[in-house]
């Protein structure tokens, strides 16, 4: 089946640094990708749409300016944590479509910022 | 908007039996998907099982099957001869039918609160 990859699996960081994660579709190429973000036994909260070549789509209450997304490629999507705070300490899952009804997660990256 | 409800956050069965999954949803839509996705201890998302609703025959994939109610708009999961292995929280989740890539909707996946299973050997 296809694989995606997220890097780095776990971070922890100081407060008021940034931090970039990485997304790759290791055997297939994805025009779409999608951010989630999960608290402790809860559900996936989406949190942006990423499509190649042009702008994430963010969602509802979602700060643009502090997850900033990049999708450069047709294999690779990035979320950086821009001046990260303890309280966005979770855990980040990324999804990358095959077809429309078929998506792949990543591994996820769990990040701790003190 | 649609919306999907998990109204058990956890239950537990003895390896071996059968246990069912509720899900119900609410949608204006006529033409979606619905999924069973596993997350276990590793976090790993893993697709369970896909039901298009279009079609009136329940998807199976070895021991697990769905009680897809289109009516009901119901979408359970029954898992039979659980393993331990099956220990995991477990997502039921809706997409809407098709879209372009870059549209708003495309592949954008609405899930439950999900339930913890516990398998006890």
């Known amino acids: 089946g296809a694989v995606v990859s997220q890097h780095p699996s776990w971070v922890i960081c100081k407060s008021g640094t940034s931090v970039k994660i990485e997304c790759r579709s290791l055997?297939?190429?994805?025009?779409?990708m999608f951010w989630y973000r999960q608290f402790p036994k809860q559900s996936l909260m989406l949190m942006a749409t990423s499509n190649e070549g042009s702008k994430a789509t963010y969602e509802q209450g979602v700060e643009k300016d502090k997850f900033l997304i990049n999708h450069a490629s047709l294999t690779l999507s990035t979320l950086t944590v821009t001046s990260a705070h303890p309280e966005d300490s979770s855990f980040y899952i990324c999804?990358?479509?095959?077809?429309?009804?078929?998506?792949?997660f990543g591994p996820g990256t769990r990040l701790t910022v003190l | 908007a649609q919306t999907v409800t998990q109204s058990q956050p956890e239950m537990s069965v003895q390896e071996a039996e059968t246990v069912t999954l509720s899900c119900t949803y609410d949608t204006s839509e006529n033409n979606y998907y619905l999924f069973w996705y596993k997350q276990p201890p590793s976090r790993q998302m893993i697709l369970v099982i896909r039901?298009?609703?279009?079609?009136?025959q329940n998807a199976t994939e070895n021991r697990f099957s769905v009680n897809f109610q289109k009516a009901a708009k119901s979408f359970s999961l029954k898992i039979s001869d659980s393993q331990l292995g099956d220990t995991a929280m477990y997502f039921c989740a809706f997409m809407k039918h098709g879209g372009n890539a870059g549209g708003t909707s495309y592949g954008k996946l609405t899930f439950g609160q999900g339930t913890i299973l516990t398998v006890h050997p």
């Open positions: 039901q298009e609703a279009y079609k009136q």
């Open positions: 999804s990358a479509i095959l077809l429309w009804y078929e998506q792949f």
């Open positions: 055997d297939f190429q994805a025009t779409t």
